[in-house]
């Protein structure tokens, strides 16, 4: 993570020398000169919304359909700060065989009574030492109500999960099938 900052900021130092000489040192008109400058100014507004994800933001992207779970972190709403609360899952993808591969990476949920319980109960699993994989459903009864356009996460009085919003479930991992020993005799 520290090797990605470094060079990152030893990329863009590169990068504001070679603009500053070729500012004072080329014969370009003051327009191209201003317009490079605009051009080089935003691209260090894109690179920080990129690089959230590099300092561990959860993720804005749609959580896979099959993940293992690293563990789970609930911040419950504050009435008093009205701050809304939100539910963390920290996973790794899983291969195609149901191998977890990668980095855990976070993603977010908005806070609700069902995540609430859906999430203590993972984690209270995760604490006893249980790995679980988790799989997103959909619940789907009647498919016409699926709403694509939604925000896939938020759960509001007027959504219910059981019109294609998805939810998840967690299972216990099976532990690993070995085969039997075999006796070594020299």
Same mark, same amino acid.
């Given at each position: ?24 040192? #080329? ?20 690179? +920080? ?7 561990? +933001?959860? &993720? ?10 690293? +563990? ?11 701050? *809304? $609360? ?6 790794? %993808?899983?291969?195609?065989? $149901?191998?977890?591969? $990668?980095?855990?990476?976070?993603? &977010?949920?908005? +806070? #609700?009574?069902? !995540?609430?319980?859906?999430?203590? &109960? ?10 679980? !994989? ?16 939604? !925000?896939? %996460? ?5 959504? !219910? /999960?059981?019109?294609?919003?998805? #939810?998840? *479930?967690?299972? *216990?991992?099976?532990?690993? /099938? ?9």
């Amino acid at each position: 993570m520290i090797e990605e900052r470094i060079f990152l900021i030893l990329g863009y130092v590169a990068i504001s020398a070679l603009l500053l000489i070729f500012l004072l040192y #080329s014969s370009f008109s003051s327009k191209l000169k201003t317009l490079v400058v605009f051009i080089m100014a935003s691209f260090y507004v894109f690179t +920080w919304m990129g690089y959230k994800q590099i300092l561990g +933001w959860p &993720s804005t992207q749609v959580i896979p359909d099959e993940f293992r779970l690293v +563990w789970v972190s609930i911040d419950e709403p504050d009435k008093f700060t009205k701050r *809304e $609360g939100e539910i963390h899952f920290w996973i790794r %993808y899983q291969d195609d065989a $149901g191998i977890p591969i $990668g980095r855990p990476r976070a993603y &977010s949920l908005i +806070w #609700s009574e069902k !995540n609430h319980k859906m999430a203590q &109960s993972a984690l209270l699993q995760l604490k006893e030492g249980t790995q679980l !994989n988790g799989k997103k459903t959909y619940g789907v009864l009647d498919a016409d109500n699926f709403d694509e356009n939604a !925000n896939p %996460y938020e759960d509001s009085e007027s959504i !219910n /999960s059981q019109e294609g919003n998805p #939810s998840f *479930e967690f299972q *216990e991992v099976a532990p690993p /099938s070995l085969p039997p020993k075999t006796k070594f005799e020299n």
